[in-house]
């Protein structure tokens, strides 16, 4: 039995240390990652993959891990994949240390991870698809996916999940609910947290109005808009609820597979774009002397941008 | 003569006409797009590519209009190119309708175009590049590409000018501050707008005392910060003698060289990926039942992946 194997077997049999090694692998990327992912993939499938986001102060993270907590309560073994994807220059994974410092860590039935962006173009978000996938096979249900921040980014690995809970806040100004533009029209669920503070009948009224204003899906309801106070626990066994319920109406309404063939789409391309980058920068393929033609304007980038492609393969075959 | 090669010089000649009928080849992509682009690659690496991006509500549409205006009454001839990845989801182009609405409209010196965001994975990016390319080629220089909003696509394209300013402005919010994080990186510039506002001394204190604290770069100063009330255009041309100096600096130190090459890097591998996206939405290459095999978890992503790659190189060979 070699590595992979054996480490592949220790994550299907439930090891949390082979969980964290294999996650340590799919984070670096590389073949690697590849193998182990692909000989996991057959195993997964079984998780229900929440996505939580929302604007910087809106106490996601609280909510996640009271969302944990309850979920435990009800004899489930949780994962938590807490990704910072907010800049790409200065790495460091400030919420996922935030959140190992508490009373969770305690507690093996709640695997907690972070990851931060390495500046790879697109890298992240497959590392992010692979992790999960990880923890679907080592029998993690639910898996909370958490994102920091509100850009494309947020949008794009929130969005991979099966069921999206978007987490607002009263009080925060108008600048912020306008960058949230993009985040509002992939909620399945929306949670307005610390909803004792002032002003929270006015948000939950104005996501309710916003809601009716979005074009219809077929076959998509209006998503519900819960209040909850999470650093309470104040209304988040009825958000578990609703997380479940709309795992309910995906099966029931034959939506779950076409959700989640789309997934797969991305992540298939997200993985060849990673490839790209790598050819990129693999010294082998010799494309610095071709990037200097191009600044120089003695190749055009298109033309590159084949003879990388062409690199690729005749490395490949 | 073909169509390509009479657009293209037709472009290269001034033809505010002909630089319109491009952009639109250039925006809607594929093989025209590329073919026009390679065409003109050769004429272009002139003009001084200036990125303009910050929080949305600093005025970076005004700001750009009272540069361009400035740069007009030294005699150049203007391009501004307004980006608005701001939603994956909705479409449409606010700003750039916002810019057409006023006086530079009418001044043939001044070309202006909006690109809004088609959901392409780094397809708009690719889309700028070229877009900026064909306003290089038309003559048009300084070139303002200015982007709303401040997340990472944002970043990113911003990142690609030789100049890039970001803007601020007293009176926002902590959060929006924050998550300007990934945006304070890559400012050449500074420019707090609105300067006549209450708080601007502070902003501007801050913003100093933030720039000391980033790790020094080799041979890069630190950014200055200009302060500026683009509305009444005041600040406006010391501002524009800013961007100047910065290039000359960038020439003298040499650095003009390895950033435009960094450039072309990015550039290459954009293109790469979109045609990579291009061949999974290509019937003909049958992608589709390959992906609902991994949705079916009975083929794993990376080995799809391969198969994306493969089928690419047997279509081109």
Redesign the interface.
Known sequence: MNDLDRLASQIVAGSVRALARGLTWVEAGGERA?DL??RL??Q??RAHVIGITG???SGKSTLVRALARAARQRGRTVGILAVD??????GGAILGDRIRMNDLALDPGVFIRSMATRGA??GLARAA?DAVDLMDAAGRDPIFVETV?????E??IAGTADTVVVVSVPG??D??Q??K??VL??ADIHAVNKADREGADRIIAELRAMLTLLPAREGVRVPPVMACVAAREEGVDALLDAIGAHMDELKAGDAL?PR??K???????????E???RA?GDPALH?AP???R??R??L???????A??AA??DA?T
């Open positions: 590849a992912s692909e993939y057959p997964t499938g604007s910087p102060g994807p907010s800049s790409p220059y200065s173009l697109g698809a921040g509100v850009g494309q980014d949008v794009e925060l100004g600048d912020v306008a960058i533009a993009g029209e992939i597979e989640r063939a997934r797969a789409q991305q992540r298939v391309l997200r993985i060849a774009h490839t790209l980058t990129m494309m071709l990037v200097a191009v600044a304007r003695e055009g980038p298109h033309a590159a941008a084949r990388l492609l690729l393969r490949k």
